[in-house]
């Protein structure tokens, strides 16, 4: 087949223990799967998915960049579930035979854009969307941590806790989640789950550094980099 210009590269995460890396296909993103006790929008009666393209997904080392035309760019610590198995209407007794492994991840928002898309009532997924917004660990497979799972999310920054829970306390159970996403469209093996974040999310600046993780899953360590010049339009 040939193609008008060189096809990306293929986005992937590693697998620990394995020289095998896991290829990624879409990502989902669940929204306020937490109580947040000081949400001023009622909680969603129904799971709500929203979607990051792969690209965004890197591995969680080294710098962070700050991204442009924001000025609360916020931290998200989630639980990162990834699927080998397809199937559409997938029932919730047998949803965790899809899952191949787990991540811990971040769902970097642009809080600020966030919050003028819903008041204008735009979508707000542009809040998620861009350049290195969500890194995450290695994959350990499901088959290395047994069943049910009930480990502590954890995230700080310049050693300060921000955000504690456990994934037992998750709105919606993972099988359901997989379950109701799978009735909407059908999954793919190379499909990312992203679960929800705990509150506790704050804004992020410059030089502070990121310590956040899952127990006995993974733990990831960032610096977040320079805000970017500001570039003026001149008249021509």
């Known amino acids: 087949m040939t193609y008008l210009f060189d096809p990306p590269a293929i986005v992937s995460l590693p697998i620990q223990g394995s020289d095998a890396r896991f290829p990624v296909g879409r990502v989902f993103c669940l929204g306020r ?28 080392q080294g710098e962070l960049p700050f991204p442009p035309q924001t000025e609360e760019f916020c931290h998200e610590i989630e639980w990162v579930v990834a699927i080998s198995k397809g199937g559409a209407d997938i029932s919730p007794e047998r949803a965790l035979e899809h899952v191949y492994g787990f991540a811990a991840g971040l769902d970097l928002t642009l809080r600020d854009r966030q919050r ?21 660990t290695a994959l350990v497979p499901a088959s290395e941590l047994g069943w049910p799972l009930d480990a ?50 704050a804004p992020l600046n410059p030089g502070d550094v990121i310590h956040a993780g899952i ?8 610096r977040v980099g320079p805000r970017p010049a500001r570039h003026t339009a001149h008249a021509a």
Request: glycine fraction near 8%.
């Open 152 to 201: 502590a999310l954890w995230l700080k920054v310049n050693g300060e806790e921000r955000q504690r829970a456990r994934l037992s306390q998750q709105t919606w159970p993972l099988a359901e989640v997989i379950s109701r996403l799978s009735r909407q469209l059908p999954l793919r093996p190379g499909d990312l789950i992203m679960t929800g974040s705990p509150p506790g999310v």
């Open 215 to 222: 127990d006995g899953i993974g733990e990831l360590q960032l």
């Open 116 to 136: 003028q898309a819903k008041s204008e009532g735009l979508p707000w997924e542009g809040a998620k969307v861009f350049e290195a917004s969500a890194p995450m």
């Open 33 to 60: 799967n937490y109580p947040w006790p000081q949400a001023t929008d009622p909680a969603p009666r129904e799971p709500v998915f929203f979607m990051k393209p792969a690209s965004n997904v890197v591995e969680a």
